[in-house]
């Protein structure tokens, strides 16, 4: 009999074991299921003779009843202790990953802006060298031998711009100008203009390049393809610019004209700064770029005699304007691009 109330016994506490390994539920709700079950327990041992040991009792001060409850219950409290140490866990390590995966939803956020702000301020493989380098005091250059200018800027803003109370102390002014420059930056969002980089406005002053692409300078073979298509897109994005700023006089009722320089050849390209980093290009082909815009005509786009040869091959008209001063230069040969704003 005795034999058979153990094995009762051991059975009561693998159902408490089943309980408290295999369900997954709460804590508490376990504890129920485990102290209904001792109460089934003890209720079938009290109110069944099939248990009762007459010759146990006799040798016994603590009845098997007794026993067997103090076992379960003590079973029943160390079951409760281990789910709820279990779920106690299982909580604070689901807490934890989830405030992994906020944290690294907000890393990936921040380098996505970082990355966004970066490639406002320099071309998209400079951007991508920064945000892949950890040496920031490292000197980024690079060396082209085909690239072109232009510098196109707006010479009769300066005349506009009064800072009277009319204008808001030229807070008019210069939102027409930003404007204006919002205008020009969404046209190099265009597909067909994708070689161009905008390098810098000065003032009134919009700077662009074209060819700036890093690993081209080894493998160029279509080295003449290659510099009238840059020069090209150059003469079709400022003669876009004109038809853009001509839409803004009329929605604005001015009078504005660009007038642009453009010239090609060797740059050197680099970014300066670690803190504010800023991209610019240098060279004998920048200065010439702007001199030709600066010693222009409103209206116009003015050229080296180099720049017109390449664009006449490629079918754009151009007319000779003759020998020009150009500051630091001397006597230079120059032409004007035919454009249909050249009457207006």
Not at 86 to 102: G, H, M, P
Not at 129 to 144: G, I, K, N, P, V
Not at 181 to 204: A, N, Q, V, Y
Request: aromatic share 10%; net charge neutral; hydrophobic share 40%.
């Amino acid at each position: 009999m005795l034999h058979l109330f153990q094995t009762y016994l051991y059975s009561s506490v693998l159902s408490l074991a089943a309980i408290s390994v295999f369900l997954r539920m709460g804590f508490l709700l376990k504890l129920c299921l485990m102290v209904a079950s001792v109460i089934i327990h003890i209720i079938l041992y009290r109110y069944m003779d099939l248990f009762n040991d007459p010759h146990y009792d006799k040798f016994s001060a603590i009845p098997l009843e007794v026993k067997s409850a103090l076992v379960l219950t003590v079973v029943v409290i160390f079951f409760h202790i281990l789910d709820r140490q279990i779920e106690f866990t299982s909580r604070t390590d689901y807490l934890w990953k989830a405030k992994l995966k906020v944290e690294q939803e907000e890393v990936e956020t921040m380098r996505g802006i970082n990355k966004i702000l970066l490639e406002n301020i320099l071309p998209a493989h400079v951007a991508e060298h920064f945000l892949a380098s950890r040496d920031t005091q490292e000197l980024y250059h690079e060396r082209y031998s085909c690239i072109a200018v232009m510098f196109a800027s707006i010479p009769n803003y300066k005349e506009f711009y009064d800072e009277s109370d009319v204008n808001k102390q030229g807070l008019e002014c210069l939102r027409l100008l930003n404007e204006i420059i919002c205008e020009f930056d969404k046209l190099l969002l265009k597909p067909k203009f994708s070689c161009i980089e905008k390098i810098k406005t000065i003032g009134s002053t919009y700077m662009l390049a074209s060819g700036l692409r890093p690993g081209e300078e080894e493998n160029s073979t279509e080295a003449s393809r290659k510099e009238e298509h840059i020069i090209v897109a150059l003469v079709d994005f400022a003669v876009s610019l004109m038809t853009s700023l001509d839409q803004i006089n009329r929605d604005a009722f001015q009078r504005f004209k660009l007038r642009v320089g453009l010239n090609h050849g060797a740059v050197i390209a680099g970014v300066v700064g670690a803190q504010k980093p800023q991209y610019d290009i240098w060279g004998n082909t920048v200065n010439v770029a702007s001199r030709m815009d600066s010693c222009g005509i409103m209206g116009r786009i003015q050229v080296t005699e180099e720049t017109a040869k390449i664009l006449m091959n490629a079918g754009y008209p151009c007319e000779c304007r003759g020998m020009t001063y150009v500051k630091g230069k001397g006597n230079l040969t120059t032409y004007f691009v035919k454009t249909p704003f050249d009457d207006k």
